[in-house]
C-alpha cells in the first residue's frame, strides 16, 4: 500500500465510540480522525482516549485562527503508533482558557506552558501555567494576532527564590544553579536545582536561552524550497538528515508526493549514517561526563565521528549543516565513484565490531561507570509514557517502541535489524541502547550499500516530479514523525492554501526528556544529577527551537 493510500486509511478510521459523548464535531486530519470536545470537558475526554489505548501524548499544538484558539493533542499508542487521533479544543477568541490534559498526561503540562507563553491560551487547572521560552516578564505572547511586535520588553534582574525554603518537613535546603553556561548541560540549560543537604529535593529545568523562532520562520518559507535548510540546525550534534526527513516526510505526505524506491534507499543510508554520528557525540560525552575519560572514550568517539562525517561529506558536500534531502528524494546521487564511495563505508562498517568491543570494556565494563549509572536516573517504563519519551530514552526502559518498525517509512521494511531494548531503566541502560544501535545503524548501512551496488542504472531516479510551487489545499492538517536519533520527532503542519504553511510546529523529543529530569533525579545526589542528563542526550536546539 501506498504512503498516501496508508495517510488516507488512517484518517477516515471510524472515531471510537467512547469518545461520541465528549464530541461537538469531528474533523479529518491527513494523518488522523479528530474530535472536537468541549473547553471545559478536556480532562474527561482525554482519559476517555487513554483508556482506549493513546497512553502516548506525542505533541500538543496550540494555533490562533481569525474568530478562535484552538489546541490540538496528537494522541498515539505506543504499541502501534499508527494508531492516532486527534483531540481538538476550540476556545473563544476573546477568552481563550481551556481546561488543561495534564492531569492525564503529565507530558502535556510542558507543551501547554508552551502554548501559554506562545500563543496566549490559558489552561485554567493547569498545575504551574507559566512561561517556559520567554522571561516572566514578557508581554503579549508572539503567535497571537493582536501581538504587537514594537512593544518595548524590560527583563528585570531578580534573585532566585528556593521554591522549599518554607517546607517545614525538612531542615535547611540550599538553592544551587547548574547552567546555563555549564558542560555537564550539553547547551544552554539551566537547572534550578534545590538541595536538601546532598540530595536533590527539586529539580525546575529553565529553557527558552536559544529560542530562534524556527517555527516562525518555517511558516514564512515555501514548502519547496525554502524550510528544508532549518531542520539540520534543530540538532547539531549529527542528526540533522534525520531531522531533515522529518520535514520531508510529513510535506511529501500533505502534498501527495511520491518518493521514487532509490531514493528511498539513499536516504535510508544518509539516515543510519547520521544516526551513528550523534550516538558517537552522546557516548563520547557521556564518558566525559561520568568518568571524566578525555583521553580515550572522548577521543575514540571524535575517531569514529570523523570517518562517518567523512563519508556523510563525500554524499552530501556538508560536514554539519547537510541540507541534502529535498522534497520528492535528494538532492544528488552517490559519488561519481561509486565503487570508491561503497568500499569506504564499507571500510568504516567492517571495522566497527572491533571499536564496539573497546567502547564496551572502557564503558560498560568500567567498575566506576557502572557504580555512577546501575540503579541511578531510573525510568520505569510507564512514567516514560507518561511523559511522552521516546527513542534511546523509553527503549533504556523496556518501552519497545521504534517508527522505523512500527510506522515504516523509507526502506526499513524491507531491511533486516532489530530494534534495541534494554529493561534496567537506568542510565547504562540508555548508553547500552545507543551502543546497540550503533551496531544496527551499521546493519542497516550494508545491507543498502549491497542493494545500491547492484541498481539497475536506468532506474536510479533520485527526485519524484514535484511542482516547483506547492499549494496544499486550504485548512489541511497532519502530524508526521520519524524515529530520529533521540527519538521521535514530529512535525505538525496545518496548510491555509498559499505556497507558505499556515502552522508549523516541532516536536522535538529532547523536550520531552528535559521534562522527565525532575520525575528521575530528585531524592538522588547531585552527581547522580549530571550522569542523569548526560544519559538523556538533550539537544537544546530541539528543546528550544
Not at 504512503?3 to 464530541?23: I, M
Not at 557502572?370 to 517504563?381: F, I, M, N, S
Request: charged content about 25%; glycine content about 8%.
Amino acid at each position: 500500500m501506498s504512503t498516501d493510500a496508508v495517510a488516507r486509511q488512517r484518517s477516515e478510521t471510524p472515531v471510537p465510540e467512547a469518545l461520541s459523548e465528549f464530541a461537538i464535531g469531528y474533523e479529518t486530519h491527513e494523518n488522523a480522525p479528530a474530535v472536537v470536545v468541549r473547553a471545559d470537558e478536556v480532562a474527561d475526554a482525554l482519559e476517555a482516549a487513554r483508556s482506549l489505548g493513546y497512553d502516548h501524548c506525542a505533541c500538543v499544538t496550540a494555533q490562533a485562527y481569525e474568530d478562535r484558539y484552538e489546541t490540538v493533542y496528537h494522541l498515539r499508542s505506543y504499541d502501534d503508533p499508527t494508531d492516532e487521533l486527534g483531540i481538538v479544543v476550540p476556545t473563544a477568541s476573546d477568552a481563550p482558557v481551556s481546561e488543561s490534559g495534564a492531569s492525564v498526561y503529565p507530558t502535556a503540562e510542558w507543551h501547554e506552558r508552551e502554548a501559554y507563553d506562545l500563543v496566549g491560551i490559558e489552561y485554567a487547572d493547569h498545575p504551574d501555567l507559566r512561561r517556559i521560552l520567554l522571561p516572566e516578564t514578557w508581554q503579549g505572547h508572539p503567535l497571537a494576532p493582536d501581538y504587537d511586535i514594537e512593544s518595548s520588553q524590560v527583563v528585570p534582574y531578580r534573585e532566585h527564590a528556593n521554591p522549599l525554603q518554607d517546607d517545614k518537613r525538612r531542615g535547611d535546603t540550599m538553592l544551587v544553579n547548574v547552567g546555563p553556561h555549564h558542560p555537564a548541560t550539553h547547551g544552554v540549560l539551566h537547572l534550578e536545582v534545590t538541595l536538601d543537604g546532598e540530595t536533590v529535593a527539586d529539580v525546575d529545568p529553565d529553557i527558552g536561552y536559544i529560542h530562534r523562532c524556527e517555527e516562525q520562520m518555517c511558516q514564512q518559507g515555501t514548502y519547496r524550497h525554502q524550510i528544508m535548510p532549518y531542520p539540520d540546525r534543530w540538532d547539531w550534534g549529527g542528526g540533522g538528515i534525520l531531522n531533515e526527513w522529518a520535514y520531508a516526510r510529513t510535506a511529501e505526505d500533505l502534498a501527495d508526493i511520491e518518493v521514487p524506491e532509490y531514493a528511498q534507499l539513499i536516504r535510508t543510508m544518509a539516515a543510519e549514517l547520521s544516526r551513528i554520528l550523534s550516538h558517537m557525540l552522546a557516548v563520547g560525552a557521556y564518558a566525559l561526563d561520568v568518568v571524566g575519560d578525555f583521553n580515550a572514550t572522548w577521543q575514540y568517539a571524535f575517531r569514529d565521528r570523523e570517518l562517518v562525517q567523512e563519508i556523510l561529506e563525500d554524499l552530501t558536500g556538508q560536514r554539519l549543516m547537510f541540507n541534502y534531502f529535498r522534497l520528492g528524494g535528494v538532492s544528488w546521487d552517490i559519488p561519481g565513484d561509486r565503487e570508491a564511495f561503497f568500499d569506504k563505508v564499507r571500510s568504516f562498517t567492517q571495522g566497527l565490531p572491533a571499536k564496539m568491543r573497546e567502547y564496551h570494556d572502557l564503558l560498560s565494563s568500567n567498575e566506576i561507570l557502572q557504580l555512577r549509572t546501575v540503579g541511578v536516573g531510573e525510568l520505569p517504563p510507564e512514567t516514560a509514557k507518561a511523559y511522552g519519551c521516546t527513542g534511546p530514552v523509553a527503549r533504556g526502559s523496556g518501552v519497545d517502541y521504534d517508527l522505523r518498525r512500527d510506522d515504516p517509512y523509507g526502506y526499513y521494511e524491507e531491511l533486516d535489524w532489530d530494534v534495541v531494548t534494554e529493561d534496567g531503566c537506568d542510565n547504562l541502560s540508555r548508553l547500552l541502547v545507543r551502543l546497540g544501535e550503533v551496531e544496527q545503524s551499521a546493519k542497516i548501512i550494508e545491507q543498502c550499500v549491497e542493494l545500491l551496488e547492484s541498481w539497475p542504472e536506468d532506474e536510479r531516479t533520485i527526485q519524484a516530479n514535484v511542482p516547483r510551487t506547492l499549494k496544499p489545499d486550504p485548512d489541511t492538517e497532519i502530524y508526521r514523525a520519524v524515529e530520529a536519533a533521540k527519538g521521535e520527532l514530529g512535525i505538525y503542519i496545518r496548510s491555509d492554501g498559499t505556497d507558505k504553511p499556515a502552522r508549523f510546529k516541532i516536536r522535538g523529543p529532547s523536550f520531552s526528556h528535559v521534562s522527565a529530569l525532575p520525575a528521575m533525579t530528585e531524592g538522588e545526589y547531585i552527581p547522580d544529577l549530571i550522569a542523569t542528563l548526560g544519559s538523556l542526550d538533550t539537544i537544546m536546539g530541539e528543546v528550544d527551537r
